[in-house]
């Protein structure tokens, strides 16, 4: 009985850790490619999904229209953008990084 006791007492924590903690995953993507000498300018937007069940709408439009924001001309070129979502269980996190030059 105490060595169940012992056993149990040993696998909580790391029990606690994975149900606390999670695992988490990271994956990104990059498009396109920059080149210019102007105004750079950068800016990032982020949003949860739930379950893989639902994803943010809207997060690469509301990333877009901040980086157009940034210039005065209202004109932005040579943009890259980053894609990253981290999962832990139940939820992702979305983040959409981008920058360009101002045109």
Same mark, same amino acid.
């Given at each position: ?42 800016? @990032? ?9 639902? $994803?943010? $709408? ?28 981290? $999962? @832990?269980?139940?939820?992702? @996190? ?10």
């Amino acid at each position: 009985m105490l060595k169940r006791l012992a056993t149990l007492v040993r696998l909580f924590p790391l029990a606690a850790c994975l149900v606390f903690f999670g695992c988490i995953a990271l994956q990104s993507s990059s498009i396109s490619d920059r080149s210019g000498g102007s105004q750079t300018v950068s800016v @990032w937007s982020s949003d949860y999904g739930i379950l893989h069940l639902t $994803e943010p $709408e809207g997060l690469t439009e509301a990333t877009n229209s901040k980086l157009v924001g940034q210039c005065q001309a209202g004109r932005v070129t040579s943009v890259v953008t980053e894609l990253s979502m981290r $999962e @832990w269980i139940i939820i992702q @996190w979305y983040t959409v990084l981008a920058s360009g030059i101002c045109g």
